[in-house]
Each structure stands twice: as structure tokens, then as C-alpha cells.
């Protein structure tokens, strides 16, 4: 007969699974969407250079120029120019990440700083997918595994009384 622990064990390993499975898939459209943001926040800086440029500055002797200004408008513009070319620059070194990593620890780069409007955009967007790739079996073996392990540990406390009540008898 098997016995219920097996039982709680396997479905969790299965939830696990399924869970795990779908890390890969996330990634992809994750990394997707992170092509198309890069490449706007590429033109919003670049423009912004060539404008600097066009007026003989360099971009921080620009936004230096619109913090030296006085005029809160372009102070607010200076603190907005800066955190569009912080989030370039972040979007683009996630985008060498994922270049460089191997398929199969790309989900890894997602728990480790994603950009949170990315993020976000493919969360609602995201359709679960049956990960047939070496990399997505691999993340569902993983979750599998995983799950296994927890649900073992998480019944371990029961098994122990249930041995005690056993022997008192």
C-alpha cells in the first residue's frame, strides 16, 4: 500500500516540476522583451548624445548644464536623462549576460537584478509553455527533485511520531 508521505511527496515533486519547467520559457520571453527595451533606451540616449554633441558637450557635461541651469524643469530633466542612461546601461550589461550564459542558467540572470518594467511586462503577458529543450527538461528535473526533497523534509517531524506511537503499542 503506498503510503500517504509518498503520496505528498510525489505531488509536490510534480508541482515542483511543472514550476521549474516554465523558468527557461520566462527567460526567453523575459529576454525578449528586454531586446525591444534596450533598444528604445539605446535611441533615448543616443538622441540625447547627439544633441550634447551637436553643442560641443559630452553627455555629462549636458546634463551638468541642465543641473547648473537653476530651472527646476530642467533639473527634474537632468535627474530623468540619468536614470534613462542608468537603465541603458543596466539593460545592456543584462543583455551581454544572457549572450554569454549558458542557455540553461538563463533564468538564473531574472534572480539576479531584472529590470522591474521587463520583469513586470512578461509576467503579464507570459503563456506557460512545455519546455521540450535539453536546458528546459534539465529546470524541470530540477524542480522535481527539488519538491521531492522538500516535501521528504517537511514530513520528516510526522514520520518520527508516527514511529514513536508505533513502538508504544
Same mark, same amino acid.
Do not use: C
Given at each position: 500500500?503506498?503510503?500517504?508521505? &509518498?503520496?505528498?511527496?510525489?505531488?509536490?515533486?510534480?508541482?515542483?516540476?511543472?514550476?521549474?519547467?516554465?523558468?527557461p520559457e520566462?527567460?526567453?520571453?523575459?529576454?525578449?522583451?528586454?531586446?525591444?527595451? =534596450?533598444?528604445?533606451?539605446?535611441?533615448?540616449?543616443?538622441?540625447?548624445?547627439?544633441?550634447?554633441?551637436?553643442?560641443? =558637450?559630452?553627455?555629462?557635461?549636458?546634463?551638468?548644464?541642465?543641473?547648473?541651469?537653476?530651472?527646476?524643469?530642467?533639473?527634474?530633466?537632468?535627474?530623468?536623462?540619468?536614470?534613462?542612461?542608468?537603465?541603458?546601461?543596466?539593460?545592456?550589461?543584462?543583455?551581454?549576460?544572457?549572450?554569454?550564459?549558458?542557455?540553461?542558467?538563463?533564468p538564473v540572470?531574472?534572480? &539576479?537584478?531584472?529590470? #522591474?518594467?521587463?520583469?513586470?511586462?512578461?509576467?503579464?503577458?507570459?503563456?506557460?509553455?512545455? #519546455?521540450?529543450?535539453?536546458?528546459?527538461?534539465?529546470? &524541470?528535473?530540477?524542480?522535481?527533485?527539488?519538491?521531492?526533497?522538500?516535501?521528504?523534509?517537511?514530513? =520528516?517531524?510526522?514520520?518520527?511520531?508516527?514511529?514513536?506511537?508505533?513502538?508504544?503499542?
Open positions: 500500500m503506498i503510503r500517504i508521505g &509518498t503520496i505528498f511527496a510525489l505531488a509536490v515533486a510534480a508541482a515542483g516540476g511543472i514550476a521549474t519547467s516554465q523558468a520566462f527567460a526567453q520571453q523575459y529576454r525578449q522583451r528586454l531586446g525591444g527595451a =534596450l533598444d528604445e533606451m539605446a535611441q533615448v540616449v543616443a538622441d540625447f548624445d547627439a544633441d550634447a554633441a551637436r553643442n560641443g =558637450l559630452q553627455r555629462e557635461e549636458a546634463l551638468a548644464a541642465y543641473d547648473a541651469a537653476g530651472e527646476p524643469f530642467l533639473a527634474d530633466r537632468s535627474r530623468s536623462m540619468r536614470r534613462a542612461v542608468d537603465r541603458f546601461e543596466h539593460l545592456s550589461a543584462q543583455a551581454r549576460r544572457f549572450e554569454t550564459m549558458p542557455a540553461v542558467l538563463r540572470i531574472l534572480v &539576479t537584478g531584472p529590470d #522591474s518594467k521587463v520583469a513586470g511586462s512578461a509576467w503579464n503577458d507570459f503563456e506557460p509553455a512545455v #519546455s521540450v529543450t535539453p536546458h528546459g527538461l534539465i529546470w &524541470t528535473a530540477a524542480g522535481a527533485l527539488g519538491g521531492f526533497g522538500a516535501a521528504r523534509l517537511i514530513a =520528516l517531524p510526522f514520520r518520527r511520531g508516527r514511529r514513536a506511537i508505533v513502538r508504544g503499542r
